[in-house]
């Protein structure tokens, strides 16, 4: 049988022939063909068969030897050694997390991807590319990023930061997960938002911290009731994700005095806040209190999640503890996505890019909250991000709201996907950013239909 191994050879093919026989061999072992000892033919037969020089299949064989696929030389002939346990059989469709085609998705989370410029964004990447390739990595992020959210920060977000206080990140979630590790121990609590956005609170759980959930009202996080003897507060005062309230300044600062005489830092996720479409933002937490707030930005709701880029902004003691993390575990943001904000931001491409948000998201919005206002039903959230809620009265209203949307072809998040512990605000989060005009006018009307 292994004189007839199948060895397709394609002698116009730009792989050398050796190659082509180490592949097939080795491809013959994967896949079952050949067992563990069985005998390979002799380099001389196997080019004979071939009809190739003898020495290609010697360095098709010594090639299979060096990687301890074959063993056995020169006399006794050569034998299989080693053969890969069996792959796992592929998942069937229709098993597991398949993503849902043919659903209109209206489910918050994705941004207004339609809005960047495609010229601009190109122009960044192409810039980005003509860099010359870094030998190592800088761990705070490269100087230039940092200059450029500084800047960012100044011009969108009125906070004055020190290139030297912003570190790069991976993005908000990947940031919680590096506080976590530097900052905590495994066991120490933390008070969160509830409902509140879960991926931060998956990053925590994974450095085996406790996550109390600490109830939100129309002021964002009630400080009142912060349990004692947590180390730290999680927190989206800009917008509180998902109810979508602003925590007013009074709430602020007495977070912040909390916050000081409780000798706790206070991570201020400010996801979306370049995105507010009515009155100016409120001055940012970490502005108010650089000596206890981390800022985390992220350029997932304002460009696209897939860059994988964001920053914290944090007195020294905590970025140095991040850095120190960073080289322990060799672990630090990509250099590519910095790069490429870097140079979006460079020729004002940025800033004309969010001041296009600001035009092109209010009538998504506007769409949104008028057909569900004409339905009479109560939506929450302030004139900001990409999201709003519509609130229902209770948890069955809820489950049977998202699954009437989705039997209808609209997938809608339920609140209780937001929440800690036991669901106490109901309702639905749509988003608006991700789905074109035309896509919102049809899928829209369905939701509000199957929540009135
Ligand atoms: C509350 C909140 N924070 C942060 C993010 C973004 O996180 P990341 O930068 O990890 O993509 C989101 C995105 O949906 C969010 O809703």
């Known amino acids: 049988m292994l004189d007839e191994l199948p060895i397709p050879l394609d002698r116009s093919a730009p792989e050398p022939l050796s190659v082509q026989v180490a592949d097939a061999l080795r491809a013959a072992a994967t896949g079952g063909v050949l067992r563990v000892s069985d005998r390979l033919p002799s380099s001389r037969a196997l080019a004979q068969r071939l009809g190739v020089s003898r020495a290609v299949v010697s360095t098709a064989y010594d090639q299979l030897h060096a990687e301890g696929w074959i063993a056995g030389r020169r006399g006794s002939g050569t034998y299989l050694r080693t053969a890969p346990a069996a792959a796992p059989p592929r998942t069937a469709p229709g098993a597991g997390a398949v993503p849902e085609t043919g659903l209109l998705d ?102 085996g911290v406790r996550v109390l959930p600490v109830p939100v009202d129309d002021d964002g996080l009630r400080v009142d009731l912060i349990p004692p003897g947590v180390r730290a507060v999680y927190c989206t005062p800009a917008h509180q994700f998902p109810l979508g309230a602003r925590m007013p300044a009074a709430r602020r600062v007495a977070l912040i005095e909390y916050a000081r005489a409780a000798g706790v830092f206070v991570i201020e996720d400010d996801y979306d806040g370049e995105l507010r479409y009515d009155t100016a933002p409120l001055p940012l937490l970490a502005a108010m209190a650089p000596d206890v707030v981390v800022h985390l930005g992220t350029t997932s709701k304002i460009l696209t999640t897939t860059l994988g880029v964001g920053w914290l902004v944090a007195r020294p003691d905590i970025t140095d503890a991040v850095l120190a993390h960073r080289a322990d575990t060799g672990t630090g943001p990509s250099l590519s996505g910095q790069r490429v904000l870097s140079e979006f931001a460079r020729h004002g491409d940025l800033a004309r890019h969010l001041r296009r948000l600001r035009r092109v998201v209010p009538p998504r919005r506007a769409l949104v909250v008028d057909a569900l206002v004409a339905r009479g039903l109560p939506v929450l959230g302030d004139d900001a991000g990409s999201h709003v809620v519509v609130q229902l009265p209770d948890a069955a209203a809820e489950r049977t709201a998202v699954a009437a949307a989705h039997e209808r072809g609209v997938l809608v998040n339920g609140l209780a996907d937001n929440h800690l512990g036991e669901p106490h605000r109901f309702g639905v989060a749509i988003g608006y950013t991700a789905p074109s005009t035309a896509e919102l006018a049809t899928a829209v009307p369905i939701a509000a239909d199957c929540l009135a």
């Open 106 to 207: 209206l489910r918050p989370g994705a941004p207004c991807t339609d809005a960047v410029d495609p010229a601009a964004w190109r122009r960044a990447w192409r810039a980005a590319g003509d860099l010359p390739a870094a030998a190592r990595k800088d761990r705070a992020g490269e100087p230039e990023f940092r200059v450029t959210v500084a800047e960012h920060l100044l011009r969108h977000r009125g906070l004055v930061a020190e290139p030297a206080s912003v570190l790069a990140t991976a993005g908000t979630s990947a940031a919680v997960a590096e506080l976590a590790a530097a900052l905590l121990r495994p066991g120490d609590t933390v008070a969160f938002e509830d409902p509140g956005y879960q991926r931060a609170v998956g990053a925590f759980r994974a450095a």
